[in-house]
């Protein structure tokens, strides 16, 4: 047996599936509705979300399924039951994440945060992706979280479908994350219920879509806001 194995510190977790295949991207950014000008149009690649990891989930020291065990006897011990509330979990380039189910989401964290052996004090913010592929899910919301006390790092997410972008705000457990979480509004369109003032904070109030969805367009429509009419890229005077 080699000290790698021997150590477990670096043993990735395999997996119970190969992955998700939620669609086939072409070109180097996916733009589909207009002249590709990247120079990549010929790049096709599968895009493949990871699949669940089965136990052991390895980490530096086995340390990822001390932080599962403890995080699963903890919502235990409040009476909701881990399958409830975590909907997965992937080990993939040596990070471990830990999906949750929306509605569990607020307890989780607080779970997370104040439970001695966990002590995740420290969010440093929550990013948003967009997968149209991903039926059912396409919004996506990911918290990296990182406890000074035991000096770890770990990743939740949560998902919420197009037709309903709702995730709870994490506001009253990290109040960092406010700002965090009116740019992800702001961007993908998630809305966070319980926020204190969730309101756009980059793009101007009146601001039609949202900018980083893979659905928004690249250019070629006229745009309006504050009652000023910005047209499209190709109907744009030019000066050269």
Not at 86 to 109: C, G, M, N, S, Y
Not at 124 to 143: I, K, M, N, W
Request: glycine letters at 12%; proline letters at 8%.
């Amino acid at each position: 047996m080699s000290d790698e194995q021997q150590s477990g510190n670096n043993v990735p977790s395999p997996r119970d599936d190969t992955g998700e295949v939620i669609g086939v991207r072409k070109g180097m950014f996916g733009a589909n509705n207009g002249g590709d000008t990247s120079g990549y149009g010929g790049l096709v690649r599968t895009v493949t979300l990871p699949g669940a990891s089965v136990r052991p989930y390895g980490g530096p020291g086995g340390v990822f399924d001390e932080i599962a065990d403890e995080l699963e006897g903890a919502l235990e011990e409040q009476g909701l039951a881990p399958e409830s509330a975590i909907v997965k979990t992937v080990v993939d380039r040596a990070e471990i994440t830990f999906h949750i189910a929306r509605e569990h989401l607020v307890q989780v964290a607080r779970t997370l945060r104040d439970d001695p052996a966990l002590r995740f004090e420290l969010c440093t913010g929550v990013s948003g992706v967009h997968f149209p592929g991903d039926q059912g899910r396409e919004l996506h919301a990911v918290y990296h979280l990182r406890s000074l006390t035991h000096g770890r790092l770990i990743r939740l997410e949560v998902s919420a479908p197009d037709a309903d972008p709702h995730v709870p705000s994490l506001v009253a457990v990290y109040p960092t994350n406010d700002w965090h979480e009116r740019e992800t509004y702001d961007f993908f369109g998630l809305i966070f219920d319980g926020h204190p003032a969730l309101t756009r904070i980059m793009m101007p109030d009146d601001w039609q879509g949202f900018p980083q969805r893979k659905d928004y367009p690249l250019g070629g429509i006229p745009l309006e806001y504050k009652g000023a009419q910005i047209p499209a890229p190709d109907q744009r005077r030019s000066y050269s």
